[in-house]
């Protein structure tokens, strides 16, 4: 690379750099804020809080790095106009499609960073949500019992906890169960345990009694116990297998097995050929960033025309993206209409570079043309 082209990259990838941290930033926050809602209303850790955000680490990054790219080669380009620089470059001899070479240059970096993430990253991330989501769908310390407070996890069954200790102990726990269909059941403990089985999470209660009501009568009969165990699967359901589809495994992993059950070949196609696609549109953006201000003459209004048609072009490329995503989800075997996207982006910055190192008539010369 020449000194030029070295010159450009480092300056590329220094705007990428600064861009991408804010972006990403931004987005953790938004999603940490939905993340802290969503855990602490359940009563969860912030050691499970803490692992939730940086599984969605990976996604955040892949949504915010074709953008970051863009916004870099756009200013760039834009400090370059603006300092002269271009101009020099051009009065030296340099022409559109030679001073497009850093930023191709750039745009593959970018893409082999968005490669890592559709391939590896992401997948492995997605993964982790599913296994978290089903360790708190069992949590039932942090589903049905909350310390001090009265909870109904079901229809006609009310949990009371007067303390939990850092043990996981209960303390003074009350159990009232009216479920239809059975007796009208008090249980009180001076202590109780939670135990996890094969059949599902068992109540063992220490220290207390049984209160049943039975119909007709009504009959009460009151029961003691030093321990009794309380099925609290009825509660909250068996523990279903985890669902691991096709976003859930990493391209190695759906080469070497093939598609996951449930799933077709058409739709592992589809997936791998999307996972190809998108490292690519993020390399076009760079370039149809770069390339857009390169059209149109010198302008004391500066470049905001050119910028407005770089963002123009790029929601473009991002229509076709959502329009070509939404074809093929209903027809999987239509997957090699997603590289249509990105095809269309480089073809577009193409036409803009041609269209840029055309030889230009001055406008007195074209009025005094002949008709």
Same mark, same amino acid.
């Given at each position: 690379?020449?000194?030029?082209?070295?010159?450009?990259?480092?300056?590329?990838?220094?705007?990428?750099?600064?861009?991408?941290?804010?972006?990403?930033?931004?987005?953790?926050?938004?999603?940490?804020?939905?993340?802290?809602?969503?855990?602490?209303?359940?009563?969860?850790?912030?050691?499970?809080?803490?692992?939730?955000?940086?599984?969605?680490?990976?996604?955040?990054?892949?949504?915010?790095? !074709?953008?970051?790219?863009?916004?870099?080669?756009?200013?760039?380009?834009?400090?370059?106009?603006?300092?002269?620089?271009?101009?020099?470059?051009?009065?030296?001899?340099?022409?559109?499609?030679?001073?497009?070479?850093?930023?191709?240059?750039?745009?593959?970096?970018?893409?082999?960073?968005?490669?890592?993430?559709?391939?590896?990253?992401?997948?492995?991330?997605?993964?982790?949500?599913?296994?978290?989501?089903?360790?708190?769908?069992?949590?039932?310390?942090?589903?049905?019992?909350?310390?001090?407070?009265?909870?109904?996890?079901?229809?006609?069954?009310?949990?009371?906890?007067?303390?939990?200790?850092?043990?996981?102990?209960?303390?003074?726990?009350?159990?009232?169960?009216?479920?239809?269909?059975?007796?009208?059941?008090?249980?009180?403990?001076?202590?109780?345990?939670?135990?996890?089985?094969?059949?599902?999470?068992?109540?063992?209660?220490?220290?207390?009694?049984?209160?049943?009501?039975?119909?007709?009568?009504?009959?009460?009969?009151?029961?003691?116990?030093?321990?009794?165990?309380?099925?609290?699967?009825?509660?909250?359901?068996?523990?279903?297998?985890?669902?691991?589809?096709?976003?859930?495994?990493?391209?190695?992993?759906?080469?070497?097995?093939?598609? !996951?059950?449930?799933?077709?070949?058409?739709?592992?196609?589809?997936?791998?050929?999307?996972?190809?696609?998108?490292?690519?549109?993020?390399?076009?953006?760079?370039?149809?960033?770069?390339?857009?201000?390169?059209?149109?003459?010198?302008?004391?209004?500066?470049?905001?025309?050119?910028?407005?048609?770089?963002?123009?072009?790029?929601?473009?490329?991002?229509?076709?993206?959502?329009?070509?995503?939404?074809?093929?989800?209903?027809?999987?075997?239509?997957?090699?209409?997603?590289?249509? !996207?990105?095809?269309?982006?480089?073809?577009?910055?193409?036409?803009?570079?041609?269209?840029?190192?055309?030889?230009?008539?001055?406008?007195?010369?074209?009025?005094?043309?002949?008709?």
């Amino acid at each position: 690379m020449t000194r030029f082209d070295r010159y450009l990259l480092s300056q590329l990838l220094m705007l990428f750099g600064f861009f991408a941290l804010v972006l990403v930033a931004v987005y953790w926050v938004n999603r940490a804020v939905s993340l802290v809602d969503t855990l602490v209303a359940d009563g969860q850790s912030a050691r499970m809080f803490l692992e939730f955000t940086l599984l969605a680490l990976p996604n955040v990054t892949r949504l915010v790095l !074709p953008v970051a790219a863009f916004v870099a080669a756009v200013y760039a380009m834009h400090r370059m106009v603006t300092e002269s620089e271009f101009v020099v470059m051009q009065a030296i001899g340099l022409s559109p499609f030679r001073l497009a070479r850093p930023v191709l240059v750039f745009g593959l970096v970018v893409a082999m960073m968005m490669a890592v993430l559709m391939h590896w990253l992401v997948p492995e991330s997605r993964a982790g949500m599913v296994e978290r989501r089903a360790q708190i769908a069992e949590n039932i310390t942090a589903r049905v019992l909350t310390e001090g407070s009265f909870v109904h996890p079901t229809t006609g069954v009310t949990l009371f906890v007067r303390q939990i200790t850092p043990e996981g102990a209960f303390r003074d726990l009350f159990l009232s169960d009216s479920r239809p269909g059975g007796p009208r059941t008090t249980y009180t403990a001076r202590e109780a345990f939670l135990v996890r089985t094969e059949v599902g999470p068992q109540l063992v209660m220490l220290d207390g009694s049984a209160q049943s009501l039975r119909e007709p009568g009504p009959r009460l009969s009151v029961t003691s116990f030093d321990t009794l165990t309380y099925d609290l699967a009825a509660l909250i359901g068996p523990r279903g297998a985890l669902t691991i589809g096709l976003r859930e495994l990493s391209t190695p992993a759906l080469l070497r097995a093939g598609p !996951p059950p449930g799933a077709t070949d058409a739709a592992m196609m589809l997936e791998l050929n999307v996972r190809l696609a998108q490292p690519l549109m993020a390399a076009a953006a760079a370039l149809i960033g770069f390339t857009a201000l390169i059209l149109g003459a010198f302008s004391r209004l500066g470049v905001w025309r050119q910028v407005l048609g770089a963002v123009v072009a790029v929601i473009a490329m991002q229509l076709l993206h959502t329009v070509v995503t939404g074809a093929v989800a209903r027809e999987a075997a239509l997957w090699p209409l997603v590289h249509l !996207p990105p095809a269309a982006g480089f073809a577009g910055a193409g036409l803009a570079l041609w269209l840029a190192g055309r030889p230009r008539r001055p406008a007195a010369e074209m009025a005094q043309a002949p008709a």
